[in-house]
């Protein structure tokens, strides 16, 4: 179950790949049609009409501590099952999205590659500094947190920080509340909002924007049967062709905003919904006791 948007742009990806030799170039030329919200039956979200800040938020990690969580779903996808109970270390992850204003700062000082493609439109409607960088690649993403001296998460770092130790469905709880999360249902922005902008959209650790605003990249290469093992501590295939994505955007509708949606794509594949977040591992011996009730 696949992010509509994302869907057709996995699609024609997969098609590219298998006829050109140089996809990379027919891939952003074909871009534009992927990357508008669908407006189909309904009206367009309007602007919000709020004032953004200059100042993007401070990077800020949260601790999650060691300990069990519900990972999958039953009721969702054939990726998402079975769901079991998964043992995982402690770590630290980024309270907030990497924010643009960061982002840029990292490519000023390295000289990486800017998140922008002459093809993309609205770009500056989706390059404000305290928005989450955007257009990034799997590439970007992991370059960027080495940068920061972290790493990209693990799929079950990313579920655990967002579902928390109840296994919750939405960040919030159980059942989809329209408005809590900057998706493609109605909610006052057109495209990412600044970090932390949805109260609701907040971790039972305080991880926010995890079941909205941008989708993000985790460390893993995707495998459909991942769930068929509960090992703890799980990273995924050592290879692969597709790279793990997780979480909704500002153009997710209906209820694919759950958060044991799992989604796919080539790692080099840049799109104005997908950014990231960082992690960290806690050294053995410093801030890794075992979570209460695990």
Same mark, same amino acid.
């Not at 054939?78 to 700062?105: H, Q």
């Not at 590439?139 to 130790?165: H, I, S, V």
């Not at 989809?176 to 609701?200: I, V, Y």
């Given at each position: 179950?696949?992010?509509? $948007? /994302?869907?057709?742009?996995?699609?024609?990806?997969?098609?590219?790949?298998? #006829?050109?030799?140089?996809?990379?170039?027919?891939?952003?030329?074909?871009?534009? %049609?992927?990357? @508008?919200?669908?407006?189909?039956? $309904?009206?367009?979200?309007?602007?919000? %009409? %709020?004032?953004? !800040?200059?100042?993007?938020?401070?990077?800020?990690?949260?601790?999650?501590? =060691?300990?069990?969580? /519900?990972?999958?779903?039953?009721?969702? &996808?054939?990726?998402?099952?079975?769901?079991? $109970?998964?043992? /995982?270390?402690?770590?630290?992850?980024?309270?907030?999205?990497? =924010? +643009?204003?960061?982002?840029?700062?990292?490519?000023?000082?390295?000289?990486?590659?800017?998140?922008? %493609?002459?093809?993309?439109?609205?770009?500056?409607?989706?390059?404000?500094?305290?928005?989450?960088?955007?257009?990034?690649?799997?590439?970007?993403?992991?370059?960027?947190?080495? +940068?920061?001296?972290?790493?990209? !998460?693990?799929?079950?770092?990313?579920?655990?920080?967002?579902?928390? !130790? @109840?296994?919750?469905?939405?960040?919030? &709880?159980? @059942?989809?509340?329209?408005?809590?999360?900057?998706?493609?249902n109605p909610d006052p922005f057109e495209f990412p909002s600044p970090g932390a902008s949805f109260p609701q959209d907040q971790s039972p650790y305080g991880v926010y924007d995890l079941a909205g605003n941008v989708m993000e990249w985790a460390s893993d290469w995707y495998q459909e049967d991942a769930y068929a093992t509960s090992s703890a501590n799980p990273e995924g295939p050592s290879s692969g062709t597709?790279?793990?994505?997780?979480?909704?955007?500002?153009?997710?509708? &209906?209820?694919?905003?759950?958060?044991? #949606? $799992?989604?796919?794509? #080539?790692?080099?594949?840049?799109?104005?919904?997908?950014?990231?977040?960082?992690?960290?591992? #806690? @050294?053995?011996?410093?801030?890794?006791?075992?979570?209460?009730?695990?």
């Amino acid at each position: 179950m696949l992010d509509k $948007r /994302l869907k057709w742009a996995f699609f024609i990806t997969t098609l590219v790949l298998a #006829v050109l030799p140089i996809a990379g170039i027919i891939l952003d030329f074909l871009k534009p %049609s992927n990357i @508008q919200v669908e407006q189909s039956g $309904r009206e367009a979200k309007p602007t919000t %009409s %709020s004032a953004t !800040p200059a100042v993007p938020l401070k990077e800020d990690m949260v601790l999650v501590p =060691a300990g069990e969580f /519900l990972r999958g779903y039953d009721e969702g &996808g054939f990726d998402e099952k079975p769901s079991s $109970r998964i043992l /995982l270390d402690a770590y630290w992850i980024d309270r907030y999205e990497v =924010a +643009y204003g960061a982002y840029m700062a990292f490519v000023e000082t390295t000289g990486h590659r800017k998140p922008i %493609s002459r093809y993309v439109k609205n770009f500056d409607k989706l390059s404000v500094p305290t928005q989450p960088a955007v257009y990034v690649s799997w590439e970007d993403a992991d370059e960027y947190c080495r +940068y920061r001296g972290a790493r990209l !998460p693990t799929e079950a770092e990313w579920e655990k920080a967002a579902r928390g !130790p @109840q296994g919750l469905l939405w960040p919030w &709880g159980n @059942q989809d509340k329209t408005g809590a999360a900057n998706t493609g249902n109605p909610d006052p922005f057109e495209f990412p909002s600044p970090g932390a902008s949805f109260p609701q959209d907040q971790s039972p650790y305080g991880v926010y924007d995890l079941a909205g605003n941008v989708m993000e990249w985790a460390s893993d290469w995707y495998q459909e049967d991942a769930y068929a093992t509960s090992s703890a501590n799980p990273e995924g295939p050592s290879s692969g062709t597709y790279k793990v994505i997780r979480g909704a955007s500002w153009g997710t509708i &209906g209820k694919e905003t759950r958060l044991t #949606v $799992r989604l796919k794509m #080539v790692p080099d594949f840049r799109d104005t919904t997908i950014g990231f977040r960082c992690a960290k591992s #806690v @050294q053995k011996g410093h801030n890794d006791g075992t979570e209460k009730g695990s």
